[in-house]
């Protein structure tokens, strides 16, 4: 299969990679055929030939998210077919965390907002391999040699200048969102970005990747051999993004009856930002949730306890996003534009934006 | 003539259903009943712009194949990685170029196509 893919898109020419992370691992995502699939995969005694991580399921590990039985079967099924295959199932969305995958190097990651981490923060190298692909591309060690596996492939051809102070993450989300919107394919070389902290480099490159099909994008000054990139631009497209463009992004908001940060899953400094203030204030009126990765989360497990009376809910290996326990809401207020484009279309649940700090007042409100 | 990537077999005779603005195979597409962006496509040719969003997309697409849901064949104006492993995944025939909505006799082969 990884053959006949390769044969459509790359003269049948392949690419050696390292490492791979696969999604659609969750029951509520890939349903009833994708675990089927997975199974008949795993019946067949196929197995990985290199390090594979996986993405969010729809549980979460110490099972804060009540879901239904069909769900918890169906989960279950997939993670026994996905470890039958060697595996390493880490319910992660962010596995650039604990991966420090090096410049130039191949990759098959198939979580987009990973797969433009590694691209625009690392160089490097990873195509956007759809689920199915990425599995079948650990099994072979090999997968179709794309555009983006080639420098020509990852040539800049567009023009952005961001004329805004350091970007928090709402901030740097509606950049990424605004840009996919504006140009839609190609690569972006974006000049004037600063993002303040790694939650802004997680929610531009998720908000990126939703908003378009582009994966890569080179950030002037924090990209690797980004100067080399900028010698090879063939500028097609210029755009501008101000700050009245972000602002359009950023209106009032209504009352949410919950409050979620962590798509991508939150870094461990921002979940200790969080708890921080939590500790300060005292309990909030309105639940707060984050999602974080298993990583994070033990490394912070006696904390998870002591804020959970505050009546914020960190939990991991899974998110609001491939959870159907969303459902359950009816306005939720993030600071995240992945969050804001999926939840709405998966859970029919509103998802209004805010900023980290006023998501927080609105907790309190 | 459309370019084909993903070749099928055989001819057919379909109405052409065309989406104008690029969709997402997670969230737009139902399994269930075989919509995409809301328009009934199942058994019919899809004329779309090119597919965005999460790379689950292929097995939604396989997803509505086993339903017997499916498009019949999708023409894309720019077929990605992702819009091709799922055809693959999900034997539909997919073709480079673009179509306008009406009834047309097609070699899914080849790409070779004339009005109804």
Partial sequence: MVLRIADAVSGGEVVPVETAHISGVSYFTIGEYGVEFLEFLASSGARVSIFTTSNPAAIDLSGLLQVDEKVVEGQS?????????????????????????????????AESNAITYINTFRDSW?????????????????????????????????????????????????VGALIGER????????????????ESRREFAAAL????????????????????????????????ISAEDIASYVRDVETPDVVYIGCPFADLETVLQIVAEVRRRGPTKRPVYISTSPGVYKQIQRLVEEVSGYNVKIFSG????????????????????????????????RVVPCRREKCLELAYA | MLKPIVRGRGRAASRVVKITTPVSLLGDLD??????????????????????????????????????KAPLAIVAQKPDLMLISACVLAGVPLFQGDLEE???????ESGVYDKC
Avoid at chain 1, 211 to 233: D, I, K
Avoid at chain 2, 102 to 108: G, K, S, T, V, Y
């Fill in chain 1, 183 to 198: 140009i839609g394919s190609g690569v972006p070389y974006i000049k004037g970005a600063v993002f303040a902290d790694e």
């Fill in chain 1, 126 to 174: 990873s195509d956007k391999n759809p689920g199915p692909l990425a599995l079948l591309g650990a099994i072979a060690g090999f997968v179709p040699k794309t555009a983006l596996y080639t420098l020509d492939g990852r040539r800049p051809t567009a023009a952005v200048e961001v004329n805004i102070g350091p970007l928090g993450p709402l901030e740097a989300g509606v």
């Fill in chain 1, 209 to 240: 990747s939703t908003y378009s099909a582009m994966v890569f994008a080179v950030v002037e000054g924090a990209t690797p051999n980004w100067r080399q990139y900028l010698e090879l631009a063939d500028f097609r497209d210029k755009i501008q």
């Fill in chain 1, 318 to 349: 899974a998110c609001l996003v491939v959870s159907p326990y969303t459902r359950r809401f009816r306005v939720i207020a993030t600071d995240s534009l992945k969050a804001m484009f999926y939840i709405p279309k998966l859970h029919g649940v």
């Fill in chain 2, 102 to 108: 009406e009834c047309i006799n097609i070699d899914l």
């Fill in chain 2, 31 to 68: 399994p269930e009943r075989g919509t995409l962006a809301g328009v009934d496509v199942s058994g019919k040719i899809v004329a779309l712009p090119y597919v965005k969003g999460s790379t689950v997309g292929p097995y939604v697409l396989w997803g509505a194949a086993r339903r017997g």
């Fill in chain 1, 77 to 109: 099924r997939i993670s026994k077919a996905l470890r039958s295959m060697g595996v390493s199932i880490f319910y992660t969305c962010a596995p650039y965390e604990f991966i420090l995958t090096r410049p130039r190097t191949y990759h098959a990651w």
